[in-house]
């Protein structure tokens, strides 16, 4: 009993994790119409950032977090500007490629830069945390469910409480209504996917204190932020949360669950979202586009 | 979207068309200059027996383009997951030949045929999906089989398999180029058939499609069972010839970016672009090809080229030989124009 109610708590605490890390990627969908397949290199881009500042300069990990944001938020900037905007009207297939290949030049350029070895990024207090009973809740998961639920709010506040957000909202309900009432798209585009890659940055920068960090960490992020998007639905930052709780709780009672194990991990991301577009498309919360 | 008539580059077009017909003698011709009766006689064509494995694996992409070129150039629907066939129908081989002694040959004949059932089993939930949906799970399906298959201790788990050598580089190049012009044989039926053109108006407007009669469900579901069959095939082939399968090399998710790549690059939804897109790509591939350093800069070029093509030419580099485009600044200046914002 308690040992599930363990589980219970971590899967929770890994939700937050899958959280921060499909917000961006959920943001880019929604708004653009793009998967991102470059979204889980933008992570381990922050992750790297992150690790380099505590490595060389000691810098709190916590702190670091801003400069993962704001480093990944001038390179979406730039992406989505000088290249992916070329190609925003073609067919699905193009937009996915082009990603793919960013991910391509990143993942490789950073095995040049930092070498395929294993690093991580490891303050002093990591491993402590608070004990309930039976019940140990990591001091660490904590915070990143924490951070995760302040990223949340954060893009909801600028979704619909801001200009801009306002001007990306349309952008995504009518692309050509928008620039007919004078919204400049090159500019919203570049915008959104900017955010999108700045919320991936502080995803990394929360990743790297849970996992070791290699250039092709990133990949399976790609998958299960879909996953996530799927299981929870398009459209709504609530359903992301919803969306990436249950998914990591699935993660966890799957991965522990007789007969599985941690090999197994993206064929559960697999089947979940086989499932979940099966029997309700639209997700959990989302709306049908 | 209307298309002002443009006469067809003929001598462009001649000229590519006998170009083509020129390396494919050669191709087919030059292995047997290699053989110790081709030594003996000094068969003119060309005597390297590495030049083997370059033309083999040139193949073996044709059949992979191809085949994707069904699902995703003629049915319009871009599968992320056929590497999953050409891993089972490798399995499917090395499994019957290494555990349960069975001749190669024997063994062949079912590659194409489990990887075909998987996708039937598969498409018709997943063929129910449009766009990205249908791209990303079955990018899942790529990605999740070939975890499963590491899993699996009955299939040799994370280790791999090991098949008995079988010394024969030539008959390995036939075998594959013979599965490289069975998938373009397909191709050329399906193109030429009522079930080609019920692809075809899917990739227009399945709705519309189904309006007038199409049953869309089985011609899509068809439609991935042939293009399973067809990497299988060549999954099956590349197991043998490799001598040694496991999920790096029978399921990375390269092989499937490649072909897609290919297909686009040459022309998706033409007969012979994911031809000429496979063999140009790969030879550009093998000798960009490396260890180390090496490796990461050719994958940084793959990148490159992916970015390139995607915003200069969507339309595939077929296009200008015959189609509507020229190869001109104008023609890559419009359609820069209709894809960007």
Avoid at chain 1, 156 to 172: D, E, K, M, P, S
Avoid at chain 1, 260 to 274: E, K, P, T
Wanted: charged share 10%; net charge positive.
């Amino acid at each position: 009993m308690s040992q599930l109610l363990q589980q219970l708590v971590l899967g929770l605490l890994l939700g937050g994790v899958y959280v921060s890390v499909a917000l961006g990627f959920s943001l880019v969908w929604g708004i653009l119409n793009i998967v991102n397949l470059a979204h889980g290199a933008f992570v381990i881009i922050g992750a790297y950032i992150t690790w380099v500042l505590f490595s060389r300069l000691g810098v709190d990990p916590f702190l670091s977090l801003p400069v993962d944001a704001l480093v990944l938020f001038a390179l979406g900037y730039g992406l989505q500007r000088g290249l992916i905007n070329r190609v925003i009207r073609a067919p699905l297939l193009f937009t996915f490629l082009l990603t793919f290949g960013i991910n391509l030049v990143i993942v490789s350029l950073l095995l040049l830069i930092f070498s395929p070895d294993f690093r991580s990024v490891t303050p002093r207090y990591s491993g402590s945390g608070l004990s309930l009973g039976s019940v140990t809740i990591p001091y660490i998961g904590l915070a990143r469910l924490g951070i995760a639920m302040l990223l949340a709010l954060v893009l909801w506040f600028v979704l619909n409480r801001t200009r801009i957000g306002a001007g990306i909202q349309a952008v995504g309900a009518d692309r050509d209504a928008a620039q007919l009432v004078g919204i400049d798209l090159r500019h919203v585009y570049a915008l959104t996917f900017a955010i999108g890659a700045a919320f991936a940055g502080v995803a990394g920068g929360l990743i790297g204190l849970q996992q070791s960090i290699t250039p092709t960490a990133g990949d399976p992020f790609t998958l299960q932020s879909f996953a996530v998007v799927i299981l929870g639905g398009l459209g709504r930052v609530s359903a992301t949360i919803a969306g990436g709780l249950l998914f990591g709780l699935i993660q966890v009672l799957g991965l522990n669950a007789p007969g599985l194990g941690a090999g197994y991990s993206n064929a559960i991301a697999f089947a979940v979202l086989v499932v979940v577009l099966a029997f309700r498309p639209q997700g959990l919360l989302g709306r049908l586009a | 979207m209307t298309q002002r008539f443009r006469p067809p580059a003929t001598a462009l077009r001649r000229l590519f068309v006998g170009g083509a017909a020129i390396a494919l003698v050669y191709v087919v011709l030059a292995p047997l200059s290699s053989t110790d009766a081709g030594q003996q006689l000094g068969l003119p064509f060309l005597t390297d027996r590495l030049w083997f494995r370059v033309a083999t694996t040139v193949a073996m992409f044709v059949v992979l383009a191809s085949a994707w070129n069904i699902i995703g150039g003629l049915t319009g629907y871009a599968s992320f997951g056929n590497v999953a066939f050409f891993g089972l129908g490798a399995y499917t081989t090395g499994v019957l030949v290494s555990l349960r002694q069975w001749p190669f040959g024997l063994a062949l004949l079912l590659a194409p045929v489990v990887p075909a059932l998987f996708a039937l089993v598969i498409g018709i939930p997943l063929l129910r999906l449009h766009g990205h949906y249908f791209a990303v799970a079955s990018l899942g399906v790529g990605v999740a089989v070939g975890e499963v298959v590491n899993n699996l201790q009955p299939l040799g788990a994370s280790t791999g398999l090991f098949l008995p050598i079988v010394r024969s580089n030539l008959l390995f190049f036939y075998l594959m180029l013979a599965a490289a012009a069975l998938a373009v044989l397909v191709t050329w039926v399906i193109l030429h058939t009522r079930f080609g053109y019920g692809l075809l108006a899917i990739r227009e407007n399945e709705e519309a499609a189904a309006v007038i009669g199409v049953n869309t469900t089985f011609y899509k579901v068809a439609a991935l069972m042939i293009a399973a069959a067809l990497t299988g095939l060549a999954g099956g082939i590349f197991a043998q010839w490799n001598t040694f399968i496991n999920q790096e090399n029978v399921f990375p998710i390269e092989y499937n970016v490649e072909m897609i790549l290919m297909a686009v690059l040459g022309g998706a939804g033409t007969l012979l672009g994911p031809v000429a897109g496979a063999v140009t790509l790969e030879l550009v591939i093998l000798r960009l090809a490396g260890g180390g350093a090496a490796a990461a800069y050719s994958q940084i070029g793959l990148g490159v080229l992916l970015a390139v093509t995607v915003i200069f030419l969507p339309r595939g580099v077929i296009d200008f030989f015959g189609g509507q485009s020229r190869l001109s600044l104008w023609a890559l200046r419009r359609s820069l124009r209709e894809t960007s914002v």
